[in-house]
């Protein structure tokens, strides 16, 4: 397995291809955006990861890795590109998947192994081989069903399991989930994550290889929303929830998280929905979780709200409000899904308050913000009224501490 090629690099699949080409392996990778894939010609990054620059331009001047807009034929390929939704009734889009699948089809020889380790629906991967098999005929692919068969070539779902922040060092180390659609194709696929896991690489079928990353994700929405649901409750019963929270998890066997503006992101947010849009009257209490963790920021917006009418009612006639962070978990600069952007978005169209937006790890606001003031948190601190902490950010975390004049209403944990 010395010649791969990835299909999406993005903040999984950048780190996946580098962290190959850093192990020897021979790397294509593959993207539609232009731009990223002149940066990371250049031996540079077009995201935020700790320690991921180095090895991509490590990787690129020794030749192991290359960029490219178009697919060239290698031993295995690995497809990490969204999954994003239709429409509002969560019904996943496998577009991309199905587009991937349409531009690898015909670079397939007998042999070669297709993973997917894009967050999928059960079943995904047993649609993208009937693609494949659409375009090529002439070849053999796996069967769910009929996994002692022997195919032309090898697939497998192989999902990703790593924290934003930390990928460099969770790739290698964290255990790999291997599904294969067949027996033989979790072993041709474990061949390939050898070549840089450490992990243990654990052997299933496709099916419940989707299952589990839905499942990993869907078990930390339901933890997050009971914390969330518990802030609530303890802002109307006016009990200090960090407070509260402390002093539960004093229980031997009690572990409660803490409780935030939302859940954002392109796992947590999202793949649970893929198991109540396949399971609609089954999946209660994983249906429950996502409503309660969509529908925190609405009560987060409510509160900053209530905090400027009081202000209002004391004589400020536009009271100034800082929202610190807006990536949608701490110390990356992925927006995406993120609820800081949902609740910037709300705030920015109150017409009652001037808002100053605060995210150290951005140098622009995306589009949908095109309003909003970026500004440093010096400049915050020293114009904001209320400042509302979103994201924990550690820079924030640090300053924070010994540096408040201004009223606060913090949602990521007692400062």
Not at 74 to 83: E, G, Q
Not at 206 to 220: D, F, P
Request: aromatic share 6%; net charge negative.
């Amino acid at each position: 397995m010395k010649n791969i090629c990835v299909f999406g690099l993005g903040y999984i699949g950048l780190p996946t291809a580098a962290m190959f080409a850093h192990h020897g392996a021979n790397v294509i990778g593959v993207d539609v955006n232009p731009h990223a894939v002149e940066t990371i010609n250049q031996g540079k990054i077009h995201i935020v990861e700790p320690g991921l620059e180095a090895i991509v331009k490590q990787a690129v001047d020794n030749g192991k890795l290359k960029a490219s807009l178009t697919p060239v034929h290698s031993d295995a390929y690995l497809i990490a590109v969204p999954t994003p939704f239709k429409g509002d009734d969560h019904e996943p889009d496998l577009s991309y998947i199905h587009a991937v699948s349409k531009a690898l089809a015909p670079l397939l020889e007998k042999g070669d192994v297709v993973i997917l380790e894009s967050t999928s629906p059960v079943g995904a991967t047993e649609k993208m081989v009937e693609w494949l098999a659409e375009e090529r005929p002439d070849l053999t692919f796996p069967k769910y069903h009929e996994p002692e068969n022997e195919a032309d070539i090898f697939v497998a779902y192989c999902p990703e399991r790593v924290l934003p922040g930390k990928v460099v060092e969770e790739l290698i180390s964290n255990d790999r989930i291997i599904g294969g659609m067949t027996k033989e194709s979790t072993e041709k696929a474990q061949e390939v994550y050898r070549i840089f896991v450490e992990g243990d690489l654990l052997a299933t079928n496709s099916r419940t290889a989707e299952m589990a990353k839905l499942t990993e994700n869907a078990s930390r929405d339901v933890s997050i929303a009971f914390a969330n649901e518990l802030s609530i409750i303890s802002d109307k019963l006016d009990i200090n929830v960090w407070e509260l929270i402390e002093l539960a998890n004093h229980h031997p066997r009690v572990n409660i998280l803490q409780p935030g503006a939302g859940v954002g992101g392109h796992c947590i947010a999202v793949d649970p929905w893929f198991i109540v849009n396949q399971n609609p009257d089954e999946a209660k209490i994983i249906r429950a979780a996502r409503e309660i963790n969509d529908n925190k920021p609405k009560w987060v917006i409510e509160k900053i709200i209530a905090e400027v009418d009081k202000l209002k009612e004391q004589g400020v006639e536009t009271p100034v409000v800082a929202l610190l962070g807006l990536a949608f978990k701490p110390n990356i600069d992925d927006l995406r899904e993120s609820p800081a952007v949902h609740i910037a978005l709300k705030i920015l169209n109150n017409k009652n308050m001037d808002v100053l937006l605060v995210e150290p790890n951005i140098s622009m606001l995306p589009p949908i913000l095109g309003d909003g003031k970026l500004v440093s948190l010096d400049i915050a601190l020293k114009q904001a009224d209320i400042v509302a902490v979103l994201v924990g950010h550690s820079y924030f975390q640090d300053i924070l501490k010994n540096n408040l004049h201004t009223d606060i209403i913090s949602f990521i944990g007692e400062l």
